[in-house]
């Protein structure tokens, strides 16, 4: 499947803002924003007046490259958000955030989203017991999602298991660092999902 290979702090730039897109880095002098925090391309310093198609598309944009969806996948996603009971733009984050590889980065187990999806397709981790290496699986309540054994021996993943310890999981997860077993207890809120997006206008860019 096709994916986006160019620079991803363009992306970030792109949108005005930190995506964290590239992890710890994000959090240092060396992320793009803090170094250059206008727009990639000859006109980037412009000043421009955005319309209200802009800011829907811009905030679509947003939530695709946080979570690395294709364009196509995305509206696939909206799709199933809007058919289910509830707020649609709030199915919708939820939907994103109960994808495997999410799961994994929420967990610790990757310091970005990119990492976690790389991870997953790589086959160290499964689901209630079973092997799954696809990222966009849909995890649910009461899944656990274990390393494998022998995933424990890759130097990376041992760092990235240091660092665990200090950092803290979502509400709607848990996570046993003796088995490094994590477990979905509910699917998220809106108020545990920490994103700066307005959902609402990516509704009314679909309501077009």
Excluded at 109 to 121: N, W
Excluded at 170 to 177: A, F, Y
Aim: aromatic share 8%; charged share 30%; net charge positive.
């Amino acid at each position: 499947m096709a994916r986006y290979t160019g620079p991803v702090c363009r992306q970030c730039r792109r949108e005005g803002e930190k995506l964290f897109l590239k992890g710890d880095r994000c959090m240092t002098d060396k992320c793009s924003i803090v170094r250059r925090s206008y727009a990639p391309g000859q006109h980037g310093q412009g000043r421009k007046k955005v319309s209200e198609y802009g800011l829907q598309l811009r905030e679509k944009q947003k939530l695709r490259r946080i979570y690395g969806v294709l364009e196509r996948q995305f509206e696939n996603y909206f799709d199933l958000a809007d058919s289910k009971k509830g707020i649609t733009g709030e199915n919708l984050l939820q939907i994103l955030e109960s994808r495997l590889d999410n799961v994994v980065y929420r967990l610790g187990f990757g310091a970005s989203r990119k990492e976690a999806r790389q991870l997953v397709r790589h086959g160290h981790f499964q689901v209630n017991g079973k092997k799954v290496n696809i990222p966009s699986f849909q995890m649910r309540p009461g899944d656990k999602i274990q390393l494998k054994e022998g995933s424990l021996e890759s130097t990376r993943i041992k760092e990235l298991l240091e660092e665990i310890q200090d950092k803290s999981v979502p509400e709607w997860l848990e996570l046993d660092s003796n088995s490094w077993t994590g477990t979905v207890k509910a699917l998220p809120l809106r108020e545990q999902i920490d994103l700066p997006v307005q959902e609402h206008l990516i509704v009314e860019l679909y309501s077009r």
